[in-house]
């Protein structure tokens, strides 16, 4: 294309540059941001990546952290380490599954509401405003301890309760959306149904979802590790961070690292996606 | 007045939601309960006789009916694991889960005092924002260790197991730290105090971290309001500025912030009360899950709620007492 000079023909669209993210989000977030891709590689991969066997004994019981073995050995001398990455494969990605879920089914139900409008979002803010106030982690324990504990029970029980303030966040944003300009010119433009939602609706709601996600990410975590130090996880030879720690309580006076290790890389995780969500949010506030 | 009524008719309709929940597991009970009573060999007629009596044929409805009946006169059924009414435990726990949660509120308010100030004090330093987000990515169970870890294994300041340091003593309020004082016995006091620091401490960390985030962004938005350029105009001190002008104009957001920590403290205290052997209904409740004992299970589960609601309910109360705008 000919360009004239001083004329610009392109539409004004600002590039997405990473490095532009980067400096938005601060150095400490962006660890935050880069580290969560890679755990979830790690939970993926963790089967393969393990140093040893998790299931199996490897080296004497009760040794201490070392070279050979980070995290030292647990009571029948299984390397800590192998099980601990094997424990976040079993914390991080139903926690990913949660979040999606939530993500999908409380944004679904947020845009109906918002788009509808009247009666249609009456009903179901009640029923969120229901959900919201009900105390649901203590019946997803109820719930867990009546149906046997297991991790699908356990995730069926948190998801049951985790999507209401998606559906408050999306419906809240789908809501100030409409009564933007750029929205009220599509429609008169014609724009209806899905292509308003998809083009017009959903993209000026994303970033306050993403956020939320981001940042809800650790609550998963610890409710997840929570069910599962209370012994409502997987039975006894899975390697579930929270009942890692929870089994070997009373050896903390002997082997510390045995219930602290696991409940730190908890900690570790947590951190992780507490910083990406506080980086998520400097870096896409105002784009 | 109408707000009040408003509030209370809610959290009546949350209580019936969750009592049918409890209702509806309850039922799911596998095994067979005519058979229970009847045993394997009992004639069709006996098994009929007991389905009746026991009213397993009657609607959802009814059997639901009778069930919020038992539950209005604090019948909560057998325990498995003990084989004594759920109530009766659970009465005999209480106390001890409501002295830690108490003690933990006050200590969590005075951290998140501190925490604000600390914040105001440093704005923008990278190490407090550090030990904000530490802090709060740290499982509860975490911080309960590593407390206990130190503070009573390594260093041997605190106790860091059960209520008191010696048995037998029983008061009759059943909060140990004022049963020594009403006794005459200050000594079981001071021990009670001892033994309730490290515990409570591990629950008040996330209630003063995330309240004290909360109070220190409301307190920035408030000093930056055009009346309170008018009151330090006037000649007003910090203090009187802080207090009269800041502080309840600020409260909202941070009251709101303390009441969602609160209502996270009873799965806090389910962790916390195990880590410390700390003898209270979330030591129960843990202690009936590892044993599938599940009337206890879900009595603790109704007591919970229950709290959590009331909790619930008076926060919202008081935030509309607080801030007169605040109207259903």
Known sequence: ????????????????????????????????????????????????????????????AFQPPSVEHWFGTDEIGRDLFSRVILGVQYTWLPGLILIGFSLF??????????????????????????????????????????????????????????????????????????????????????????????????????????????????????????????????????????????????????????????????????????????????????? | MTYLIKRVAGAVVVLLVMSFIVFCLQSIIPADPVRAVAGPSAPPETVEAIREQLGIDDPTVVQYGRFLQRLVHGDLGISVRTRRPVAADIWQYLPA?????????????ALSGVMALLQ???????????????????????????????????????????????????????????????????????????????PALALALPIGVAVGRSLNGALHDVLSQAYVRTARGKGLSETSVLLHHGLRNAASAPLSMFSLQVRLLFGGLLVVERVFGWPGLGLYAVQAFASADLPAVLGVAMVFGILYIMVNTLVEISQSLADPRIDL
């Open chain 1, 1 to 60: 294309m000919t360009s004239m000079p001083g004329l610009n023909t392109q539409p004004a669209r600002p590039r997405f540059s990473w490095r532009d993210f980067f400096r938005r989000a601060g150095w400490l977030e962006s660890i935050g941001i880069v580290g969560v891709p890679v755990v979830t590689a790690v939970a993926l991969l963790a089967p393969w990546i393990t140093p040893f066997d998790p299931q199996l004994r490897v080296a004497a």
């Open chain 1, 105 to 287: 089914f409380g944004s679904l139900l947020g845009l109906i509401s918002g788009l509808m409008g009247d009666k249609v979002d009456l009903v179901i803010q009640r029923f969120t405003d229901l959900f919201l106030v009900i105390p649901g982690t203590l019946i997803a324990l109820a719930v867990v301890a009546s149906l046997g504990p297991g991790l699908v029970n356990t995730m069926i029980a948190i998801a049951i309760f985790w999507w209401p303030w998606y559906a408050r966040i999306s419906r809240d944003e789908i809501r100030r959306l409409k009564a933007r300009p750029h929205v009220e010119a599509a429609r008169i433009a014609g724009v209806r149904g899905p292509r308003l939602l998809l083009r017009y609706l959903l993209p000026g709601a994303a970033p306050a979802l993403l956020i939320a996600a981001s940042l809800d990410m650790a609550n998963v975590i610890m409710t997840l590790s929570l069910m599962s130090f209370l012994g409502l996880g997987l039975p006894a030879p899975a390697p579930e961070l929270g009942a890692m720690t929870a089994r070997t309580l009373d050896s903390l006076t002997v082997h510390w690292w045995l219930p602290i290790l696991p409940a730190a890389i908890i900690f570790f995780l947590c951190l992780l996606t507490n910083l990406a969500g506080d980086g998520l949010r400097a870096a896409l506030r105002g784009a």
């Open chain 2, 97 to 109: 889960t409501l002295e830690l949660a108490l003690v933990s509120i006050v200590l969590g308010a």
């Open chain 2, 120 to 198: 105001f004090r440093f704005m923008g330093s990278t190490g407090i924002r550090l030990a904000i987000i530490g802090i709060g990515s740290t499982p509860i169970f975490l911080s309960a260790l590593l407390l206990a870890y130190f503070f009573w294994f390594r260093l041997g300041w605190l106790p860091g197991a059960g209520r008191l340091g010696f048995s037998g003593f029983t008061g009759p309020t059943g909060f140990n730290l004022i049963d020594g004082i009403l006794t005459g016995r200050p000594d079981v006091s001071v021990d009670a105090l001892k033994h309730i620091f490290l």
